[in-house]
């Protein structure tokens, strides 16, 4: 007789499209906003937005707090996609050069650090031309111990 067996490991890519697949579904400021996810991967998510003329500002440049959003959805995709409820402790962003109305943007969240229930994410935002739009950089606790997938918990 063979050694006793416990359920299956998830695979962590599986794991990371199931669960980024049902956040997004009820992400309605991501939606609204445009935005949609490129790839997602195990501490990794890249989402892209087109910059609509009702995200201009006064100065006729992408408002800034657009760009903090959508840096800040692939920064909570990338550290949602363990399958553990995260939210963010905190975040900074830098601003490096302006985006504007048209512009396609793209940011990349990648995890730098995780223990515990703590977690550093950076996150690039570029334009369509590949030009450094902005950096921000997030820190983000896990609020649960329960599975974010349905499937994950068993129902």
Partial sequence: MGAPTGPATPDP?????????????RDRAS??????????APGRCTMTMRVRAD????HDVCHGGVIFSLADSA???????????????????????????GD?????ARELWRRG???????????QKDELIAL??????RVAAAPVAAEEAGA
């Fill in 136 to 141: 921000f950089r997030g820190r983000s606790h």
């Fill in 117 to 127: 229930r703590s977690g550093l994410y950076e996150i690039t935002v570029r334009n």
């Fill in 104 to 108: 396609q943007l793209t940011a990349e």
């Fill in 13 to 25: 890519q599986a794991l990371a499209e199931r669960v980024s697949a049902e956040l997004y579904a």
């Fill in 75 to 101: 920064f909570a995709f990338a550290c949602n996609s363990g399958g553990v409820p995260t939210l963010a402790a905190a975040a900074s962003i830098d601003f490096l050069a302006p985006a504007r109305v």
């Fill in 31 to 40: 939606q609204a906003l445009g935005m949609r996810i490129a790839a997602i």
């Fill in 55 to 58: 995200m201009g500002n006064g």
